[in-house]
């Protein structure tokens, strides 16, 4: 009798992860089809899929006509998969004279839950900052026909004591000279914008 037992035991040990594997040898194809489906960012704003967060990095980085590798864009990725809590309720402020660049930044980060204004001159931006309480500033340096227009801003908010912090996004900068003293960061690369806010609203978070 025990021996009998001891064989039914061993047969039910065995019998499940049998069925387990038919089961995924027998309906492979639709759970491959599921897995990008459950990849997926949840926030209070909705749900952001990470294939639509690729398609958007993607579009930025033509936009800006750069190169990122992929272990590049990864990163990014996974830290958008683990910000949804810090990024929520965000607010951003950006400085361009041609907003349609940054059409799908813009998204990107609003689909995450964060609210994104947009100012076409230094003059816009200093109304809306006297306004609105901004978490972070993105801007470029080059607008209508103004070489250094993103450094005079950052030299306005520095007179005007706002310490709201600073990105410049742009390929417009020789970086050889350093980085602008009251910029927090430059960059022409799109999922390098993404870091940058992260650890900004990090920061405001922990503040």
Same mark, same amino acid.
């Not at 960012?41 to 033509?62: I, M, N």
């Not at 607010?91 to 990107?108: F, G, R, S």
């Not at 600073?166 to 430059?186: E, H, K, M, N, Y």
């Given at each position: 009798?025990?021996? @009998?037992?001891?064989?039914?035991?061993?047969?039910?040990?065995?019998?499940?992860? $049998?069925?387990?594997?038919?089961?995924?040898?027998?309906?492979?194809?639709?759970?491959?089809? *599921?897995?990008?489906?459950?990849?997926?960012?949840?926030?209070?704003?909705?749900?952001?899929?990470?294939?639509? @967060?690729?398609?958007?990095?993607?579009?930025?980085? $033509? @936009?800006?006509?750069? =190169?990122?590798?992929?272990?590049?864009?990864?990163?990014?990725?996974?830290? *958008?998969?683990?910000?949804? &809590?810090?990024?929520?309720?965000?607010? #951003?402020?950006?400085?361009?004279?041609?907003?349609?660049?940054?059409? $799908?930044?813009?998204?990107?980060?609003?689909?995450?839950?964060?609210?994104?204004?947009?100012?076409?001159?230094?003059?816009?931006?200093?109304?809306?900052?006297?306004?609105?309480?901004?978490? #972070?500033?993105?801007?470029?340096?080059?607008?209508?026909?103004?070489?250094?227009?993103?450094? =005079?801003?950052?030299?306005?908010? &520095?007179?005007?004591?706002?310490?709201?912090?600073?990105? *410049?996004?742009? $390929?417009?900068?020789?970086?050889?000279?350093?980085?602008?003293?009251?910029?927090?960061?430059?960059?022409?690369?799109?999922?390098?914008?993404?870091?940058?806010?992260?650890? *900004?609203?990090?920061?405001?978070?922990?503040?």
């Amino acid at each position: 009798m025990e021996t @009998a037992n001891l064989i039914l035991n061993y047969i039910r040990a065995l019998v499940w992860p $049998a069925v387990v594997l038919f089961v995924v040898w027998r309906y492979q194809s639709h759970i491959g089809s *599921l897995i990008p489906r459950i990849k997926s960012l949840s926030t209070p704003a909705g749900s952001v899929e990470f294939t639509e @967060a690729r398609v958007l990095l993607d579009q930025a980085t $033509a @936009a800006a006509n750069v =190169t990122v590798r992929a272990s590049t864009r990864r990163g990014a990725l996974r830290r *958008l998969e683990h910000a949804a &809590e810090v990024l929520e309720g965000g607010k #951003i402020l950006w400085v361009d004279d041609h907003p349609e660049q940054n059409t $799908a930044l813009i998204e990107l980060f609003r689909t995450t839950g964060m609210e994104v204004d947009t100012a076409l001159s230094t003059d816009e931006a200093l109304m809306d900052l006297r306004r609105h309480s901004y978490d #972070i500033i993105l801007s470029d340096i080059g607008r209508a026909g103004d070489p250094q227009a993103g450094i =005079t801003l950052l030299d306005e908010l &520095e007179q005007l004591g706002i310490d709201t912090p600073a990105v *410049l996004f742009t $390929a417009w900068f020789d970086d050889t000279t350093g980085s602008p003293r009251r910029a927090f960061a430059v960059t022409e690369v799109p999922d390098e914008v993404v870091h940058y806010v992260i650890d *900004l609203m990090e920061r405001a978070r922990l503040s």
